[in-house]
């Protein structure tokens, strides 16, 4: 992870670099890495750290404010949105996918409750309380 990002993010071969980073940023925000009211790296600075287009770079803040966990503040910046919507879209079609993936594996409601359950306090315990590394 280059070290002026604040979130981290290992880039894979293979895989649609906006997409990479698109999820490092929303991990981070989910697991508290990065808060409301952080400040987010320009679209410059985002495209120099990662060695990437500047196009792609635009691309990728561009998806995070329109997925809500970014806003452009005239005058300050881009930051990471204090509100958090009810169900993102993706979000949906992530669950949907997942139930029917355990339907068809055969697996049970509560059995999912549990992967899940332990998943989320897995990631709780990163959140609090808030590391400076």
Do not use: C
């Not at 980073?21 to 409301?36: D, E, K």
């Not at 679209?43 to 806003?71: F, M, W, Y």
Request: aromatic fraction near 4%; proline fraction near 10%; glycine fraction near 6%.
């Amino acid at each position: 992870m280059p070290p002026h990002l604040p979130f981290t993010v290992s880039l894979q071969p293979g895989e649609p670099i906006a997409e990479q980073v698109i999820y490092a940023v929303t991990r981070a925000v989910v697991t508290g890495q990065l808060r409301g009211g952080d400040p987010f790296p320009s679209v410059r600075s985002l495209s120099q750290e990662l060695k990437i287009n500047p196009n792609t770079a635009h691309k990728i803040v561009a998806a995070l404010v329109e997925d809500g966990l970014l806003v452009v503040r005239p005058g300050i910046g881009t930051v990471v949105t204090d509100s958090r919507r009810a169900v993102p879209p993706a979000l949906d079609a992530d669950v949907e996918r997942i139930v029917i993936d355990a339907r068809r594996a055969g697996m049970t409601l509560p059995q999912v409750i549990a992967l899940v359950r332990d998943l989320w306090t897995r990631t709780s315990r990163r959140t609090s309380p808030r590391s400076t590394e």
